[in-house]
């Protein structure tokens, strides 16, 4: 069945770079998703990526797609304090037509 | 863009009495909402797909009798958990495709559930 992986924890300093990734299984995907998700809160989308593209650059965000080996990563420059939530990755499953979350990676973000 | 208003954001019930919440898209018609559960420090769980005017798709596990789903109007999905009991206190979520939308989906803030 469709699964999708990410790691749990990342941490790094205020002004770094940080580098969330996620893989996925199911090939039919065909849109892959980022949210984000603050303490209590629901899911607010960061950005999206179309499977037939390898990169999308939106302000701060960049996400990677590599959808031979099903990868995908989100890129946050230059991470501020406010960033710290947990980031889920999603995929689109053409076979389902579900939405399939992976597990959250909680982003924390050191002054 | 697009809005899922969710209501109650928190809601703590004693066991055995039943809880609505209620997810309505604000500008647009969905005729298709998810329901999620999520469990602290967890993934979102879908737990059902609720089409406007039929019956809804439950996933595997997913009790119908005690997770009641309607989807009366294209602007309005309820669940309703039925007979609460502490087990089911948890986080819910729901979501609508929109229809026509790049990005696919928008979701509801969230129901804290507390069965005390």
């Known amino acids: 069945g469709e699964d999708v992986e990410q790691s749990l924890f990342l941490s790094v300093r205020e002004g770094d770079s940080s580098v969330i990734n996620c893989t996925y299984t199911?090939?039919?995907?065909?849109?892959l998703y980022w949210y984000k998700q603050e303490p209590g809160a629901g899911l607010q989308l960061l950005t999206y990526?179309?499977?037939?593209?390898d990169m999308k650059q939106d302000q701060r965000l960049t996400v990677l797609l590599n959808k031979k080996d099903k990868h995908l990563s989100l890129r946050i420059a230059d991470t501020q304090t406010g960033d710290s939530a947990i980031y889920f990755c999603?995929?689109?499953?053409?076979?389902?037509?579900?939405?399939?979350f992976g597990q959250g990676t909680t982003l924390q973000v050191k002054p | 863009g697009a809005v899922v208003s969710q209501h109650p954001s928190r809601v703590i019930c004693k066991s055995g009495t039943s809880v609505k919440i209620e997810c309505r898209s604000l500008?647009?018609?969905?005729?298709?909402m998810f329901w999620y559960r999520q469990f602290p420090k967890q993934s979102l769980m879908l737990m059902a797909t609720?089409?406007?005017?039929?019956?809804?798709?439950?996933e595997q596990g997913v009790e119908k009798d005690k997770f009641l789903i309607n989807h009366a109007s294209l602007t309005l999905s309820t669940l309703t958990v039925t007979s609460a009991h502490p087990e089911d206190s948890s986080f819910y979520i729901c979501?609508?495709?929109?229809?026509?939308?790049?990005?696919?989906?928008?979701f509801g803030s969230g129901t804290r559930l507390t069965v005390v």
């Open positions: 979501s609508a495709r929109v229809q026509g939308a790049s990005y696919g989906y928008t």
């Open positions: 199911d090939s039919s995907s065909t849109y």
């Open positions: 990526i179309f499977s037939n593209m």
């Open positions: 999603a995929e689109f499953s053409g076979n389902t037509g579900k939405l399939i």
């Open positions: 500008d647009f018609q969905a005729t298709t």
């Open positions: 609720s089409n406007e005017g039929s019956k809804a798709t439950y």
